[in-house]
């Protein structure tokens, strides 16, 4: 994955966004993993540390390597990791079809928002399944932007987003990957798979996730493509626009935001699995 | 409401399809409903009893009033509800907004798929409330039509769907109502409103929920609704059909389909609250 085809590009703003939605969304989706002690665990493609930090806190005996194609973006999560005070995680700059890792050589991986922008993400599954040991285990965590809907309903806001997917999809990325981490995993060769859906509902009684997550995270995530989404000529500056408003719209306290992401695990068969299955 | 409006039909495997609706979604809709001993409980809407059995079974101490606007609804209710050898349930064929009871004569009151073909909602909701004693609590569940997708993705498969979404909308109701529930009950009037979504997450891992859900529950209402969407021009008889056969194809091994339901709670203002408040 070139650096430069991450749709969401890589400002202060955007890392700050980054940050607001890790901080809104940790227990719906990360109050489930925590890896035993001593466990080697490669997170891969770690941006600028926005999960790394939970999953370091979490786990504070498992080792963690943390992975990004993007030097900058390492640099950042290494000063944020180091800010908090975590010494449990390595970094290094290294690209996911192309990991200089011996086979087998982790109990765990986790892949946090990363198929999204892979052309291949079977290509990158199989990658890893390599790396994991026998018996050791994948969790994945991608969004699906299709899942969005919010009240007022707004044919302005659906189009808006829908620009965010196609600058996706030119990208090589998926935008809608997140019903497929199942199919994606099982045909990976993962066995034992459970995928769950982590809805984000926002209405006016969740005052931080109308902030944290509505208007800071989503909002500002489709936000952030505007000058790209215009120049491609998806939708006319004033369409866009509106669509952001009417998505700020459902900030208001009869307004109502849902979104679903989904986390899926699955298992490497053992060798015994592997043998018996032969 | 006039019953040829509800644009479901009241043909026996519609019955059928209500009641396996039921079967697959008790836990996920109903786990956290109970009702203390005694307790005097309306159901509005009751329809063939698809929901009644499930309430009257888990409160078996609490005393219920089911409605039905359709005489034939409720005696095919009440057949159901003897086999099962309940005799905590009173029906009575009535109209939500002409109900024959006094203010405040109910301790709850439960309304699952029923403001989803009522033109006025909003309405039916104040008439609800003034059945409510001070304290009481109304359980509103709705689905969402528009909270459904998939894999493989199929323009034909949302297409179908948006025929039934404006068949609703050309009878008076909304079927995407579900992601307004938390607004409506707060516009109500109601108090400590908590709206919950529950989401029926489908993959080949969970095959009762194939079977029971994605192809037995939503595809057969989708495909329900065939003859007038054709005949309202509304979809060619080609890509309708289409789009069923799209809808079945979420069921093979690889696909997925996700709907979500939306379950609030509101409590209506004590005496005491209702006094301080003026």
């Known amino acids: 994955m070139a650096v430069q085809r ?25 109050h489930d993993t925590a890896y035993p002690s001593g ?34 973006s390492i640099a950042e999560a290494r000063r944020r990791i180091r800010g908090a005070g975590l010494t449990n995680v390595d970094f290094l700059r290294a690209d996911v079809y192309a990991l200089p890792f011996a086979a087998a050589s982790f109990d765990h991986v986790f892949v946090c928002f990363v198929l999204e922008h892979l052309p291949r993400p079977a290509d990158a599954l199989a990658h890893l399944k390599a790396l994991v040991r026998p018996g050791g285990t994948i969790t994945v965590i991608e969004g699906d932007h299709g ?21 996706q999809v030119a990208a090589g990325g998926n935008g809608l990957i997140g019903r497929q981490v199942y199919p994606l995993l099982v045909n990976s060769g993962f066995k034992n798979v459970r995928v769950t859906p982590r809805v984000v509902y926002v209405d006016s009684s969740r005052p931080d996730l ?69």
Chains 1, 2 share one sequence.
Do not use: W
Request: glycine share 8%; hydrophobic share 40%; aromatic share 8%.
């Open 6 to 30: 991450y749709v969401h590009g890589y400002r202060p703003q955007e890392n700050q966004r980054l940050h607001d939605q890790a901080g809104a969304l940790v227990d719906l989706l990360h």
């Open 39 to 72: 466990s080697a665990v490669l997170e891969v493609g770690c941006g600028v540390g926005a999960q790394t930090i939970t999953l370091a806190k979490r786990s504070p005996d498992a080792r963690f390597t943390s992975i990004d194609v993007s030097a900058e």
């Open 147 to 167: 899942s969005a809907y919010f009240h007022p309903d707004s044919a302005a806001a659906r189009a808006a987003i829908h620009c965010l997917i196609e600058l």
């Open 210 to 278: 109308v902030d944290g997550f509505t208007r800071r995270t989503f909002t500002a995530m489709v936000e952030g493509i505007r000058e790209p989404a215009i120049a491609a000529g998806l939708l006319d500056p004033q369409r866009f626009d509106q669509g952001i408003r009417d998505l700020h719209r459902t900030t208001d306290a009869d307004g109502v935001f849902s979104y679903t992401f989904f986390k899926g695990v699955g298992t490497k068969d053992t060798l015994r699995e592997i043998t018996d299955g032969q």
